[in-house]
């Protein structure tokens, strides 16, 4: 049985008890990680309306666009407003049984001060931390009243913009990622303690969808934060140094060049969705992999990609691996008119020419990481499709891959990859839902397991650097993990990130190189898979192309994601 951890007491501060739905969510995945919810703060301002004149005497013509749609027109998931009462009782709580004390404020210019009396109530519930979801800018003495300080959101990364509103500007200037900030709260504003922070990818053709993502997905912030402190003892707390613009609500000029990129990029990207495949192929130097990381390009023109028989497939994900017997490089076959991938080798001895299937399944089938235990090569591919995560061992006689065991059931893995570390077998994947931006881990003492989910999942959220692409390799004594940049687009580049920590307690890393795709080339406009050993290093590389059978292909798709989105 595990250990079982004190569980952390917590606060929220609300304008009300009816909050936007991402509130609400946050505040559920508190209470069913186990934290208890000790105290609601309510703003009791009974300042008096203001009359019509004094209204439109001070209102910002100049943003009337923006305050107009975003109050009428502006309607995401994520806002939706919801009563904390319900939501509560479908956890088995009941509101009437958490303190709640009503707090006037005292305003100054733009900063919200809580008189002494409030102060001090609050400091007697003894909490551990209080979320910030009301009451504006906060200053003074409220910051030090729970045991780890206020918590607050910014969604946005704070080196780039402060203010608001989340997620609006990255959107309206085209940046293709968009940072998220939970903070401990100081006298300085979207300059506080960064406890955690991420990054998603920008969905530039719906601000409606970008928000929802990066207000919604969110949500599981506080709880990962709760859950390092109960394991470590600490609160880890990173100064930021911020010296980015001040950004506010958007004049009307700007509101009627959103609503044209509105329209604009809906268009382009229905129409790439459609009408735009990607081709991938792999591609080889005989060269070390050590030596070609240090500058790929200079090895361009000593690149044999592999030539392909049907404009409708392509080969990406390639793994190579020598046995006293061969050389084997593994890879994806997938065919647009199945939908589908299968796992196919060539071998050295055949001039890396004559492919044979070596697994085919009713489902997907691609990342075919390849590794050697106790003398057998193993095979761990993608297999998400299945709901598994299936081992299987290579035949070297008969050319196949065999069954082993399962590694995880019920879990839709991506690009699953394993390495054995300071005595522990450590297995990395994203999941389906968010492929290129949550990377997961699990631990294990023994290779064929059982595997269990690391506390701290996922490690790592950023559409630049998270999803694995390839397996893990020495470089100067330091342990590498490549990864995939889908920042613009999947598979833009791939980050050689170095491992700084990998422990029971801590996973920590930093990016040190990222390696291009190959200018000189046909397959220059994407690159996500890199690996290779003492004498040669594998990789693939993209294309956009247009075949009928890819356009049905995500037609079809689009039909599929129609008909789900209707049913949820």
């Known amino acids: 049985m595990g250990q079982q951890y004190e569980p952390l007491r917590f606060g929220i501060m609300v304008d009300d008890l009816s909050m936007d739905a991402w509130k609400v969510e946050t505040v559920k995945q508190l209470l069913r990680g186990g934290m208890i919810c000790s105290l609601i703060i309510r703003n009791a301002e ?61 305003y100054q210019k733009t900063s919200t001060f809580f008189l ?75 300059k506080g303690l960064v406890l955690d922070k991420r990054w998603y990818p920008t969905i530039l053709h719906s601000y409606r969808a970008h928000l929802d993502q990066l207000l919604m997905d969110s949500s599981d912030m506080p709880l990962q934060v709760c ?17 980015a613009p001040l950004y506010r609500a958007p004049y009307n000029l700007k509101m009627l060049r959103y609503w044209w990129l509105c329209f604009s990029r809906r268009i382009r990207f229905h129409w790439h969705d459609v009408f735009r495949q990607e081709d991938w192929n792999v591609g080889y130097v005989e060269t070390p992999l050590k030596d070609f990381i240090k500058d790929p390009q200079d090895y361009s023109e000593q690149i044999t990609w ?49 492919r044979s299937v070596v697994l085919e399944e009713p489902f997907h089938l691609s990342y075919p990481f390849v590794f050697a235990h106790e003398g057998t090569v193993y095979c761990l591919p993608e297999s998400s499709e299945s709901g598994r995560l299936g081992l299987y061992r290579f035949d070297e006689d008969a050319l196949k ?36 931006v949550k990377l997961y881990r699990y631990t294990a003492h023994n290779m064929k397991g059982p595997y269990t989910p690391y506390y701290d999942n996922p490690v790592k959220v950023d559409c630049a650097g998270a999803r694995m692409a390839g397996a893990f390799f020495e470089q100067d004594g330091d342990l590498i993990r490549p990864a995939q940049e889908c920042v613009r687009y999947y598979g833009t580049a791939v980050c050689l990130n170095r491992v700084q920590q990998l422990s029971e307690r801590r996973f920590k890393e930093i990016q040190i190189a990222k390696i291009h795709p190959f200018i000189d080339s046909h397959f220059k406009q994407g690159l996500h898979t890199l690996n290779g050993n003492g004498s040669m290093t594998v990789f693939d590389g993209k294309r956009w192309t247009f075949t009928f059978s890819g356009m049905f292909h995500q037609l079809g798709n689009k039909v599929k994601r129609r008909r789900e989105k209707k049913h949820v």
Request: net charge positive; aromatic share 14%; with cysteine.
């Open 401 to 436: 891959l065999v069954p082993e065991c399962v590694l995880l059931e019920h879990v839709q893995a991506v690009d699953p990859t394993l390495v054995y570390y300071d005595g522990c077998w450590n297995l990395f994947l994203t999941q389906k839902d968010f492929p290129s």
């Open 46 to 106: 009974t300042e008096g309306k203001k009359n019509l004149f004094q209204r439109l005497k001070g209102y910002p013509v100049r943003r009337l666009f923006f305050r107009v749609w975003n109050h009428y027109w502006f309607k995401p998931a994520s806002k939706t407003p919801t009563a904390l009462g319900p939501a509560l009782k479908e956890l088995g709580l009941n509101l009437d049984e958490i303190l709640s004390i009503d707090c006037k404020p005292v």
């Open 116 to 190: 002494d009396k409030d102060i001090e109530t609050i400091k007697n519930q003894k909490l551990d931390f209080i979320l910030r979801f009301g009451f504006n800018i906060l200053r003074g003495p409220i910051l030090e009243t729970a045991r780890y300080g206020i918590w607050s959101y910014h969604h946005d990364d704070e080196m780039e913009y402060r203010g608001g509103p989340p997620g609006f500007w990255e959107w309206l200037q085209d940046n293709p990622r968009n940072g998220v900030i939970l903070q401990r709260l100081t006298e300085k504003l979207d």
């Open 306 to 354: 592999f030539k392909r028989p049907l404009r409708r497939s392509y080969f990406a994900d390639p793994f190579v691996i020598t046995t006293e017997k061969d050389t084997y490089l593994f890879f994806e076959s997938y065919d647009y008119r199945t939908g589908k991938g299968r796992i196919e080798m060539v071998r050295k001895s055949k001039r890396f020419r004559r």
């Open 227 to 243: 859950r390092r402190i109960q394991h470590t003892g600490e609160l880890e707390e990173k100064l930021s140094e911020s010296t």
